[in-house]
């Protein structure tokens, strides 16, 4: 028998069955692509496009007449440019390029013009695209427009777009906008190197020695990520300002400028870095250590042989995280900064001083050129780390050294105690009537009702916001998460939805506010109802904060049993009961830890909603920069701090509720 003989003729090509269970996945894993798609993809494009978008007045595109006294006799139609050549050029080149919402009034084109004048006027486009307002009535098109002299001088045309690279070579060749690109990187390699340094040094301390006290170096360290970033700008002031307590330590310098930024960064950003750096030294297997002692390594050349090798892509990531918070970070520079300008600061100024929004979306562009790279580099490096614990390797354990632990507790104390001086000037100053003349202790500073920021209602709309972040971030996130973990097939829509999920991370806080402005403030948009809501501010605070909530509950989400699902499918259970059942109570710390880590977030950012806020839904970490721009520094600090008692009271409650709920619901761990 020949081998054709046996060859089996082929059939169709299998394909596996959809469920109705999968179709429910993918469907809700659309919805939440969508709304991905809506809250970021879609105003980062506006935000692109609208940075080579320039505007010019074409003063050919409209055509005027004039009639005399008697309103019988009219001229013949001259062109806006021709007229304003026969005049002499009023009108000059510098004022043909304006912006999106420039205006060009036309009085000036007759100088004899009275608005008492029988005189009557005529106007039109020569084309259907040229626009101009009569006070605040849109016109377009070819049709004359007939108007007296009291109604011609409200008469003001728009400019027409084009696409170009023309606001770019603008910033560039502005030298105080450019050199902010030079500051920014500046402050930020500056501050990564101290913070690195010191956050090493910290997470070697807690990890390799055996000092007392840990936990409590651990709390205090996590103090800075309870306060907004303005808040450290606050107490460098009082400490090293004009009439700070430490003012002679400054030796003749200024607090505020790339001294105060740089030290006001390494205490924001060094929570961050030590938690990835302090994960990595964590992780270290005792074989390493006892291979080097028996090769009589001395304990500098294990160091750089063993221990740095083993932490370097932690080190790398955290410089890279610390990197693009400082250097994206809006609050502090605009509190300490003074007449040093960085990229963050350049964009509040050019959109809310100038109102020019290409320029601004202009400088949001550049700030994202550095967080994307920052963002790729470290993907990167990721995928580059290998395992340092094998199924053989020995946990490392530390052995007590007196002069080594009283080393570590002397170097954990002194960063502890720069921490605490930090956030205890703030508190004092708040509590006192007048500083530095009266330290009379008093609580006049907490009453924000008499103060510019929004008073109390700020305050409270800060919560709520933190609430509605909280809740609705937690389920979208963990939903969101759910079905791209536990979907099968549609690899296309899950590659998409992780690109979508991870792309937050890499987008600045301004540049998301700034984009939201360009998407959601266009009456065409069907979303424009949102605009000025605590709505948009909620949806610009999950979306800035969801890529650490997805990472997250991918973890929880992957540390579960596969089986499950099939297991469910074969009982004939739907997905949704195996997800209420099993896969939340499983998941139940994780859900936790993001909603309070989406509520911490949501009490202290700036920088993605300082551009979105409407006199109805001002917040708490906005009002501290409204009052210490007002010059009500004390007042600041107190909003300040009133974050912070909030954020401190979030943490205990969810302590509290985390130990109440996972009392019941994680009692197979314990078996």
């Known amino acids: 028998m020949t081998a054709a003989t046996l060859e089996i003729p082929r059939g169709r090509a299998l394909r596996t069955r959809v469920s109705g269970d999968d179709l429910v996945k993918r469907g809700l894993m659309v919805v939440i692509s969508l709304y991905l798609l809506v809250a970021l993809a879609a105003p980062l494009y506006v935000l692109l496009s609208k940075s080579v978008s320039t505007y010019e007045f074409d003063l050919t595109a409209f055509e005027l007449q004039r009639s005399d006294e008697s309103a019988t006799t009219w001229s013949e139609p001259t062109t806006v440019a021709a007229l304003n050549e026969e005049v002499g050029g009023v009108i000059t080149p510098d004022q043909l390029n304006t912006g999106s919402d420039g205006r060009l009034s036309l009085t000036a084109l007759y100088p004899d013009f009275s608005f008492r004048s029988p005189v009557m006027y005529r106007i039109r486009g020569t084309s259907d695209d040229a626009a101009y307002l009569v006070g605040s009535e849109l016109h377009r098109g070819t049709e004359w427009l007939e108007l007296d002299s009291n109604t011609f001088r409200r008469v003001v045309i728009r400019p027409s777009a084009s696409l170009g690279l023309d606001n770019f070579v603008a910033y560039f060749s502005t030298p105080a906008l450019a050199q902010s690109i030079a500051n920014s990187v500046l402050m930020g390699v500056i501050s990564t190197v101290l913070v690195i340094s010191i956050a090493f040094g910290l997470a070697y301390a807690l990890n390799r020695s055996c000092m007392p006290f840990k936990g409590f170096f651990r709390l205090v360290t996590t103090i800075p990520i309870l306060v907004p970033s303005l808040l450290p700008g606050i107490a460098l002031v009082y400490l090293f ?41 964590s992780v270290a297997d005792q074989r390493h250590y006892e ?27 955290a410089a890279f995280v610390v990197f693009t918070l400082v250097i994206t970070d809006f609050g502090l520079p605009k509190v300490i900064g003074g007449q040093y300008n960085v990229l963050a600061v350049d964009i509040y100024k050019q959109v809310i001083g100038q109102q020019n929004f290409e320029m601004g979306a202009v400088v949001a562009v550049l700030l994202l050129v550095p967080a994307v790279a920052a963002f790729f580099v470290d993907s990167a490096i990721r995928k580059r780390q290998v395992a340092l614990l094998s199924a053989r390797s020995v946990p490392y354990q530390p052995k007590p050294d007196r002069g080594f632990d009283t080393a570590c507790f002397g170097y954990c104390s002194a960063v502890a105690l720069f921490i605490l001086m930090m956030i205890g000037v703030c508190q004092f100053a708040a509590t006192v009537k007048f500083w530095p003349y009266d330290l009379t202790p008093s609580l006049n500073n907490f009453r924000f009702d008499l103060m510019d920021g929004g008073g109390w209602g700020a305050y409270y709309n800060s919560i709520v916001m933190a609430l509605l972040t909280a809740v609705f971030g937690t389920i979208i996130v963990f939903v969101g998460a759910y079905m791209v973990e536990k979907t099968d097939g549609f690899a296309a829509g899950r ?66 049993d596969r089986e499950f699902e099939p297991v469910a499918a074969s009982l004939k259970q739907p997905f949704h009961r195996l997800f209420f059942r099993v896969t939340v109570p499983v998941s139940l710390p994780a859900i936790l830890d993001i909603s309070i880590y989406l509520f911490v977030n949501a009490m202290t950012t700036v920088s993605a909603v300082v551009f979105l806020y409407s006199t109805q839904t001002q917040l708490a970490s906005v009002a501290v920069l409204n009052m210490d721009d007002a010059g009500d520094i004390a007042p600041a600090a107190a909003m300040g701090m009133m974050i912070f008692y909030t954020n401190v009271a979030a943490r205990l409650l969810h302590g509290l509720v985390s130990r109440l709920l996972l009392k019941r619901s994680q009692a197979w761990r314990q078996r």
């Open 291 to 317: 291979a080097a002692q028996s090769l009589r390594s001395s304990p500098w050349r294990t160091f750089w042989t063993v221990t740095v090798p083993g932490a370097r892509y932690g080190i790398i990531s």
């Open 241 to 281: 300002g004009n009439q700070g307590l430490l003012k002679g330590l400054m030796m003749g310098h200024s607090i505020y400028g790339p001294i105060g930024i740089v030290i006001g960064s390494v205490f924001f950003t060094l929570p961050h870095a030590l938690l990835i750096i302090s994960t990595a030294l």
């Open 495 to 560: 590659t998409l939805f992780q690109f979508l999920a991870m792309l937050p991370m890499a987008v600045p806080g301004m540049v998301l506010g700034l984009s939201y402005i360009f998407f959601f403030n266009n009456p065409a948009n069907p979303f424009n109802a949102i605009y000025g809501t605590m709505a948009i501010l909620v949806v610009s605070t999950v979306t800035h904060f969801y890529t650490v909530s997805h990472l997250t509950a991918l973890t929880a989400l992957n540390q579960m």
